[in-house]
């Protein structure tokens, strides 16, 4: 297997994506005969490592055999069971105490913008029992600009508006505690 190169995204250090890098790096080798099945078999591979999907679209997009419009339209029917699943994994690792593990299952949902509030919320939990402040409030503006998107496309869920001024609460309280949390 040839390894591809790795989006640049992965060395931002303000990417969560980027402490998990190393490991990320050694799984992301593509297959060499790319046909459907192959790139379906790496995608669920690399989906059940916590890889997003918005991350397996950009690095697919660097493949010059991939015609990366079709990828994305077979894995955008099968995202909401991938989310849901992952969702199911962080709960299940949260129940066993392998926090960082479902760290990694959550974030991915939020970075590709899971548009219910249950990864946001058990995020924003962990974070601010670690103390984790910045990214307790990182991941409460991703649901807000997620609530936001979905606001703005005029979803008909009443449930939205509400968890959005939530959210938004949340970051002002998460402000506070970061305020407070900083030694003078």
Known sequence: MQKAPIPREYYNFSNPWNLKRRAVDNHLSFPKTI???TLDEWSRKMIKLGVPVSVLREHLSKQPDVRATEYDMRLLVKLPGIMAERNQKGKNFERKGKIDEAIKMYEANVTDRFNNNFPYDRLRIIYTNQQRYED????????????????NAG????????????????????E??????KPI
């Not at 979803?155 to 998460?174: A, F, H, Q, S």
């Not at 506070?176 to 949390?181: D, E, G, P, Q, T």
């Open 35 to 37: 046909n459907e099945k």
């Open 155 to 174: 979803t008909p869920r009443g449930d939205v508006l509400p968890k959005r001024d939530r959210y938004m609460n949340y970051i002002e309280r998460l």
């Open 176 to 181: 506070i505690a970061k305020n407070r949390s």
């Open 136 to 151: 307790a409030i990182r991941v409460c503006h991703a649901f807000v600009d997620m609530a936001n998107t979905l606001l």
